[in-house]
C-alpha cells in the first residue's frame, strides 16, 4: 500500500501563510494523479487542488490565486502553498494519490493535518 505522510499544518493569522507537505512511500512518478483535499466539520471532503503525473494542474475556484501545488520527484513529496490564507480556510487537508489501471482505480489517503486561521 502506498503511505502519505501530511506535515506543516498549525494556527495562522488570517492573511497568513502556510505550506504544506506530503511525502509519499513510493515513487511519485509511479503514481498517476496527487491532490490535496480538506474536510471542515459536517461537511463533505472537497479537492483544493490536484497535480497528475504528467505536471497538469487543476484547483478549486476559491483557491486560485491563492494556494499553488507543487512536487518534488527526487523527494517523493507533493507541497500545497497556501497564501492570503482566510479563516473559511480552516479544515483538516488531507493528501491524496491516485493510482489508475485498467480495471479500477486505486485511491490512497493521509491521515490529514489540521490548518486553522484564526486571529
Known amino acids: 500500500q502506498v503511505q502519505l505522510v501530511e506535515s506543516g499544518g498549525g494556527l495562522v493569522q488570517p492573511g497568513g501563510s502556510l505550506r504544506l507537505s506530503c511525502a509519499a512511500s513510493i515513487s511519485i512518478l509511479r503514481l498517476d494523479a496527487m491532490g490535496w483535499y480538506r474536510q471542515a466539520p459536517g461537511k463533505q471532503r472537497d479537492l483544493v487542488a490536484s497535480i497528475t503525473s504528467g505536471g497538469s494542474t487543476n484547483y478549486a475556484d476559491s483557491m486560485k490565486g491563492r494556494f499553488t501545488i507543487s512536487r518534488d520527484n527526487a523527494k517523493n513529496t507533493v507541497y500545497l502553498q497556501m497564501n492570503s490564507l482566510k479563516p473559511e480556510d480552516t479544515a483538516v487537508y488531507y493528501c491524496?494519490?491516485?493510482?489508475?489501471?485498467?480495471?479500477?482505480?486505486?485511491?490512497?489517503w493521509g491521515q490529514g493535518t489540521q490548518v486553522t486561521v484564526s486571529s
Open positions: 491524496n494519490a491516485k493510482v489508475v489501471h485498467t480495471v479500477l482505480d486505486y485511491d490512497y
